[in-house]
């Protein structure tokens, strides 16, 4: 079996918000290039024996992510060499760039980028690959215990540490399948100090080394869909305020309508308070999201509907007057009928309120009454 390449993503410069200079620029671009390219290698060697266990679905999942981890972050380092053209950047660019690295969003990039990253930072991204990464090495019994068994160990604490920071500043659920850390930690001490006195201990720290992994993932997916869930509810919250603010404007429209046209139509503007407060799970987040979309297309139904009943006078004076256009051209005006006629439709459309249908009535009349009469020209 071919040894996979460890390759770990590089310690990201500066922090949201701040201009990052351009030598830590460029020294990360490098190392963050050198990675691609060292976990794209080592992605197409895990997916190779993959291919050939007897249990290949079983890693189809991980793979996968693992996979679409690898292409956002790539999208992103893409992103990243755009703004840095070479090295001409200025402090506009520099704070750019930060953006893309530390922000959950694209950074001024494509919207499908900011999706493929789940709303994950490209810090996070990195993190979640080489998590992704460790469980599939150690599921696939990669590198049982080597000269390099130092090295994982370290590696091993580093990620269980990060493990425990995510878990004391986070305030995301924690995940049900989440494993005790500290206990963890304490197991990993344990093999440390036996491995340092010459004992084989391959199977155990490969336990602790894909579920140390296995918790970092679990924790960069959770704190994700936690900022998911915060963003959603702020945006609920704004749809919301949007929507009572639209019935306002809403009910103003129904009396103008009522004050103007005769009969008005039967439409009821909606009540957004019926629909309660904005929940603050994710499942009934959802569901009140598409209520409160079915309570927007009802106004849409109304404005649309009392817009028109409000504008047809406007609409059949229009008519009125064209037809009185094509009357005089053609020498009906003249005729004291279809003079009367227009009058009455005159009188019909600036009557307040205005009796709709005696006025289409009127308005269809003139329209007959200006036709020419055969052989009785004028």
């Known amino acids: 079996m071919t040894r996979p390449e460890h390759a770990t993503a590089p310690t990201a410069p500066g922090r949201l918000g701040q201009a990052i200079g351009v030598d830590e620029l460029r020294t990360y671009l490098g190392a963050l290039d050198t990675w691609r390219a060292s976990r794209k290698r080592e992605l197409d060697q895990i997916d190779a024996a993959a291919l050939r266990s007897d249990e290949a679905d079983s890693y189809t999942a991980d793979l996968t992510l693992a996979m679409t981890m690898w292409q956002s972050v790539s999208d992103r380092w893409g992103e990243l060499t755009r703004i840095w053209d070479s090295g001409r950047v200025g402090p506009q660019q520099q704070e750019q760039m930060s953006r893309v690295i530390w922000g959950t969003g694209a950074g001024g990039g494509s919207a499908a980028m900011t999706g493929t990253m789940m709303g994950l930072s490209l810090v996070e991204a990195c993190r979640l690959s080489d998590a992704l990464t460790a469980t599939l090495r150690a599921r696939l019994s990669f590198d049982p215990m ?20 995510q878990l004391a500043d986070s305030r995301a659920t924690r995940p049900a399948s989440l494993p005790d850390i500290d206990a963890l930690t304490r197991r990993l001490d344990e093999l440390a100090a036996r491995a340092r006195r010459g004992s084989d201990v391959s199977g ?50 129904v009396d103008r309508t009522r004050a103007a046209v005769v009969p008005t139509p039967k439409l009821a503007v909606p009540d957004v308070s019926r629909l309660g407060k904005v929940p603050q799970t994710r499942e009934a987040l959802d569901a009140f999201r598409a209520r409160l979309e079915l309570v927007a297309a009802a106004m849409r139904q ?65 329209q007959r009454l200006i036709v020419p009469v055969p052989g009785g020209g004028i």
């Open 204 to 253: 155990p720290f490969a336990a602790i080394e894909a579920a140390a992994a296995k918790a970092e993932r679990d924790l960069i997916v959770a704190g994700a869909a936690h900022r998911d869930l915060g963003r959603d509810y702020r945006a609920t919250l704004a749809r919301r305020r949007e929507l009572e603010a639209e019935a306002e404007e809403l009910f103003r429209l």
């Open 302 to 366: 109304v404005r649309d509907t009392y817009t028109r009943a409000l504008g047809e006078p406007a609409v059949l004076l229009g008519l009125l007057q064209a037809f009185a256009a094509k009357a005089k051209a053609n020498g009906r005006a003249n005729d004291p009928l279809v003079a009367l006629v227009k009058e009455q439709a005159e009188a019909a459309l600036s009557a307040v309120p205005c009796h709709i249908q005696d006025a289409r009535n009127t308005v269809e009349n003139y």
């Open 146 to 165: 080597a000269a390099d068994v130092a090295a994982r160990i370290q590696a091993t604490r580093a990620t269980l540490e990060r493990c425990a920071e």
